[in-house]
């Protein structure tokens, strides 16, 4: 279980975050809603502590991760993959080299990255892409490679923040097909997103945020602000 406890999150002249008090459950599929500077970035990044929280704790299955020392940060992060807008794969390695990159700053053996990356690939329909550099990719393409990359260690969350904003409808659907299929399997999902047609046919739990506050929070919820 995920807890935001009484967070606030305070720059130089502008409260990011305040008062925030959030609960998601292993397994769940949340999506987070909101404008722009709403906060919703600022509250993924608590979750990967990129960034502390100015008041309050952050909490994973009991663990205050928000009080962690350096030293426990790679292990928490083993539990939580990141997908991104725009991909963020290495350029000079080829499908199968970006997703194996992972398993190999993991310390995985070779024998290893060579059974588990196929497999993962198969999962996101690129079992033919395996030697293909980003440049040679679709959108849509690169979008799953991202997400290959984030399942290759078997995290327990995935964070996908705004992941089909540089897509077009087809390959966008595709995406989030994709998320839920992952779901199904276990992982808890949190997409942040300002599509409103997501949102509305997901029929997914929804939490609204609004100039660093939580608005809204629903079961199959919809996206109304």
Known sequence: MIVF????????????????????????????VGQSGAGKSTLLKLLTVEELPTEGRVLLDDVEINSLKSRDLPSLRRKISSIFQDFKLLSNKTTFENVAFALEVAGKSREEISETVPQVLELVGLKNHFNVFPHQLSGGERQRASIARALVLRPDIIIADEPTGNLDPLNTWDVIRLLVKINELGTTVILATHNREIVNTLNKRVISMDKGRIVRDEENGRYIL
């Open 5 to 32: 406890e009484n967070i606030s999150k305070i720059y130089p002249n502008i409260v990011a975050l305040e008062k925030v008090n959030l609960k998601i459950n292993s397994r769940e599929f949340v999506t987070i």
